[in-house]
């Protein structure tokens, strides 16, 4: 019965960080860093500083790129973090009839989810090319669209200082930060930055955390 009792305090224990590591965003400063058009080869660089900073982000993936790389989307989903759909082949959307758009994001969700086992719920449009017809279908697939509070365009300006520059200029309460894994000075710089967020008080989560238990949800664009 000791021992018993002894195994029972034990696992009790080793639940506890888990349930500490629980953030509610409604009590404190949250700040979502988001990153699309990979996985790729600079990701798992990423994914290292994240976790070094107990940092947690939300990446949208490029069918394509996942057929190329399914180990690093399977490690994205593995390491805590969230993903969305990003089409196929970084498709401009509007541009597509509706089966060409359906295609896009169907084929990108079942490469996802043989990919990490976990089917999307959210999809992020390339460029942010949307409209009320595009999100008709992405609600076909159960899918919330998750846009942006502010874009470092991070693959414009190819330099670290700048880019460390832009995401402190953009970051807010409740902000949601277009970045891309893809960009190698946005990755090498990473580090600085999730210490500096940190430092300003920033509790840096995922999507479906910053929106609170409310979210996402099909047919509905977030923020």
Same mark, same amino acid.
């Given at each position: 019965?000791?021992?018993?009792?002894?195994?029972?305090?034990?696992?009790?224990?080793? %639940?506890?960080?888990?349930?500490?590591?629980?953030?509610?965003?409604?009590?404190?400063?949250?700040?979502?860093?988001?990153?699309?058009?990979?996985?790729?080869? +600079?990701?798992?660089?990423?994914?290292?500083?994240?976790?070094?900073?107990?940092?947690?982000?939300?990446?949208?993936?490029?069918?394509?790129?996942? &057929?190329?790389?399914?180990?690093?989307?399977?490690?994205? #989903?593995?390491?805590?973090?969230?993903?969305?759909?990003?089409?196929? %082949?970084?498709?401009?959307?509007?541009?597509? %009839?509706?089966?060409?758009?359906?295609? &896009?994001? @169907? #084929?990108?969700?079942?490469?996802?989810?043989?990919?990490?086992?976990?089917?999307?719920?959210? +999809?992020?449009?390339? !460029?942010? @090319?949307?409209?009320?017809?595009?999100?008709? #279908?992405?609600?076909?697939?159960?899918? %919330? &669209?998750?846009?942006?509070?502010?874009?470092?365009?991070?693959?414009?300006?190819?330099?670290?200082?700048?880019?460390?520059?832009?995401?402190?200029?953009?970051? @807010?309460?409740?902000? #949601?930060?277009?970045?891309?894994?893809?960009?190698?000075?946005?990755?090498?710089?990473?580090?600085?930055?999730?210490?500096?967020?940190?430092?300003?008080? +920033?509790?840096?989560?995922?999507?479906?955390?910053?929106?609170?238990?409310?979210?996402?949800?099909?047919?509905?664009? !977030?923020?």
């Amino acid at each position: 019965m000791v021992i018993h009792a002894l195994l029972a305090a034990s696992l009790a224990f080793t %639940s506890l960080p888990a349930q500490a590591a629980a953030v509610d965003c409604s009590r404190v400063k949250c700040l979502a860093l988001t990153f699309d058009d990979g996985p790729g080869k +600079y990701t798992n660089a990423l994914l290292k500083a994240l976790a070094k900073e107990r940092a947690k982000a939300t990446f949208f993936l490029v069918g394509k790129r996942v &057929e190329k790389m399914p180990g690093m989307a399977k490690k994205i #989903v593995a390491r805590g973090h969230a993903i969305g759909n990003h089409t196929y %082949s970084h498709a401009w959307l509007p541009s597509l %009839s509706d089966d060409e758009i359906l295609e &896009e994001l @169907k #084929v990108t969700q079942e490469v996802i989810e043989k990919a990490t086992g976990q089917r999307p719920d959210m +999809y992020r449009p390339p !460029y942010g @090319k949307t409209d009320e017809r595009v999100l008709g #279908v992405a609600t076909q697939v159960d899918l %919330s &669209e998750i846009l942006w509070t502010g874009t470092t365009l991070d693959w414009s300006l190819k330099d670290t200082k700048k880019i460390k520059a832009a995401v402190l200029k953009l970051a @807010k309460r409740d902000g #949601v930060i277009l970045m891309h894994d893809v960009v190698p000075e946005t990755v090498k710089v990473m580090p600085e930055v999730l210490r500096e967020l940190k430092k300003r008080g +920033y509790h840096l989560v995922t999507v479906p955390v910053l929106l609170r238990g409310k979210g996402p949800k099909p047919g509905v664009t !977030y923020p």
